[in-house]
Nanobody, 126 residues
Framework: QVQLVESGGGSVQAGGSLRLSCAAS????????MGWFRQAPGKEREFVASVSKGGGATVYSDSVKGRFTISRDNAKNTAYLQMNSFKPDDTAVYYCAADLARYEIVKTRPSEYSYWGQGTQVSVSS
């Protein structure tokens, strides 16, 4: 029902900033809760942030709270992840995900999402 394409990844110095975008196809973007996850080599996919379908609720992992901000622009069918104050441990492939939601909820587990983007690499150097 929806296709997701991430962009904005790259190489950045510790302490730097980057903004990821997730462009969604389809006609019902405002019916989907959105999430960002990341996966480093040899590690499990890790929750980063989620925003409810209308943007009224957000949740963050403790590791990124205060540094990353999730948002969405439903008029543009796009979700964003603004990442500041990078640490080397932020290095990972970052994925956006979507799931149909009837209510204004957030979701934090990979198994709760039905649709995934292809991922974009973020590499933080010190």
């Amino acid at each position: 029902q929806v296709q997701l394409v991430e962009s904005g990844g790259g190489s950045v110095q510790a302490g730097g900033s980057l903004r990821l975008s997730c462009a969604a196809s389809g006609r019902t973007f405002n019916s989907y809760v959105m999430g960002w996850f990341r996966q480093a080599p040899g590690k499990e996919r890790e929750f980063v942030a989620s925003v409810s379908k209308g943007g009224g609720a957000t949740v963050y992992s403790d590791s990124v709270k205060g540094r990353f901000t999730i948002s969405r622009d439903n008029a543009k069918n796009t979700a964003y992840l603004q990442m500041n104050s990078f640490k080397p441990d932020d290095t990972a492939v970052y994925y956006c995900a979507a799931d149909l939601a009837r209510y204004e909820i957030v979701k934090t587990r990979p198994s709760e999402y039905s649709y995934w983007g292809q991922g974009t690499q973020v590499s933080v150097s010190s």
